[in-house]
């Protein structure tokens, strides 16, 4: 299965996704890495791991986010992609989009989802004296992280843990959940 991956930014996600498809018995392989910020190390790494990274800035496109949608839906259709891979995409979907790519599209959330969608998810769930954080691979929908869970990894809060400790530990939790639920999700 032929996978895109879209990032704004490090990367890291999209790193295990594709370092896990270019395994030789991998149901997938990202064939192209797309953000909407140029410049950014995501785009390197990709590279670096010899997939084509493209940069399609949002800015490009003023107010008309179905027009950035479009252009990058095109770059996606010529390298004949079927399953869409959100990794630290952070672009809120026109329906436009999410409608032509339904049950094609997934995301990961750094939350135990139904619980802290959107941002600063980290620091909610220590606020809330959470003893558990993680995240959550779903279908993506047009409810922002809504959609179908596929899969999703707990990690504990521990007592001494700020934002950015936690972040490092559903990080390495994340790496792994993804490449896996991915695959299994191609070859459902
Ligand atoms: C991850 O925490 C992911 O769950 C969220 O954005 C972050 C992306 O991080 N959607 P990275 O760029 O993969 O390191």
Known sequence: TRV???????????????????????????????????????????????????????????????????????????????????????????????????????NIHPSLLPLYPGLNTHARAIEAGDLEAGCTVHIVTEGVDEGPVLGQTRVPILPDDDAETLSERVKAAEHRLYPQTLAAFVAR
């Open 4 to 106: 895109a991956v879209l990032i704004s930014g490090s990367g890291t996600n999209m790193a295990s996704l594709i370092a896990a498809g270019q395994a030789a018995d991998a149901p997938y392989e990202v064939v192209v890495v797309v953000s909407n910020v140029a410049d950014v190390a995501g785009l390197d790494k990709a590279r670096a791991a010899g997939v084509e990274a493209l940069a399609v800035e949002h800015k490009a496109f003023g107010k008309d986010r179905e027009a950035h949608e479009r252009a990058i839906d095109a770059l996606l259709a010529e390298r004949k992609v079927e399953v869409i891979a959100l990794a630290g995409y952070m672009r809120l979907l026109t329906p436009w989009l999410v409608r032509k790519w339904a049950g094609r599209m997934v």
